[in-house]
């Protein structure tokens, strides 16, 4: 099945600095999502993005699906923003199910 | 307001004891899905229902079952033969597939 990686797996960054997850997929993607998962656990999704580009206030997306690769990029990063920044995705194909990468965690200091 | 709603958000299990993790969508979704969780890890696909009295199993079945009598409703039944059953269990829905997916608070199941 299609596997989903994560990059970096911890980002320790200090408030108001940007910065870039990558997640890559190993087959043509028909589903890429990103969530933000609180430290309470609550999952937040962020995007569903297949493919191009989405901006959502201090966040934004992009999906190149011929190279496989999605970007979620945090500028001015606040407190707020840590937890664990999950992708998903599932095949072409019409399947159901979404694989999920192991995720960054993103730890943001005052 | 609209959601998911998982109950309990804590659940302890006695050995050879089945239990039941509830969970309930008022959002009208077609599909519903539940996951689990370990801790530094990714979630791991249960099982999944498209519609009514339909469910396939996920990547992690065994030990586990799932029924969808209602669209609203999915709960899911951690049984006996499930022998490491201690993580976070996440319930997910979505219109359609291709959708966005959206989460419950989740239930963290303990053994005792």
């Known amino acids: 099945g299609i596997q989903v990686e994560q990059s970096p797996p911890d980002l320790i960054l200090q408030e108001g600095a940007n910065s870039t997850l990558r997640c890559n997929f190993s087959?043509?993607?028909?589903?890429l999502q990103w969530f933000h998962q609180n430290p309470w656990g609550q999952l937040i999704n962020l995007f569903y993005i297949p493919s191009g580009t989405k901006q959502n206030g201090r966040l934004s997306a992009t999906t190149v699906a011929t190279e496989r690769y999605s970007l979620l990029y945090i500028s001015s990063s606040q407190t707020t923003d840590s937890g664990v920044y999950f992708c998903?995705?599932?095949?072409?194909?019409?399947?159901?199910?979404?694989?999920f990468g192991k995720g960054t965690k993103l730890t943001v200091n005052p | 307001d609209g959601g998911i709603t998982q109950s309990p958000k804590y659940l302890f299990r006695k050995e050879g004891q089945n239990v039941t993790l509830s969970c309930e969508q008022n959002?009208?979704?077609?599909?519903m899905y539940w996951y689990r969780q370990d801790p530094g890890q990714g979630l791991r696909l249960i099982y999944y229902?498209?519609?009514?009295?339909?469910?396939q199993k996920g990547d992690i079945a065994e030990g586990y079952s799932v029924s969808r009598e209602k669209k609203e409703s999915f709960p899911l039944t951690v049984t006996s033969a499930q022998k490491n059953p201690t993580a976070f269990y996440l319930c997910a829905s979505r219109y359609w597939a291709g959708e966005k997916l959206f989460f419950g608070s989740g239930t963290q199941l303990s053994v005792l």
């Open positions: 087959d043509s993607v028909n589903n």
């Open positions: 998903a995705a599932s095949p072409q194909g019409g399947s159901e199910k979404l694989v």
């Open positions: 959002l009208n979704h077609d599909a």
């Open positions: 229902s498209q519609i009514v009295n339909d469910f």
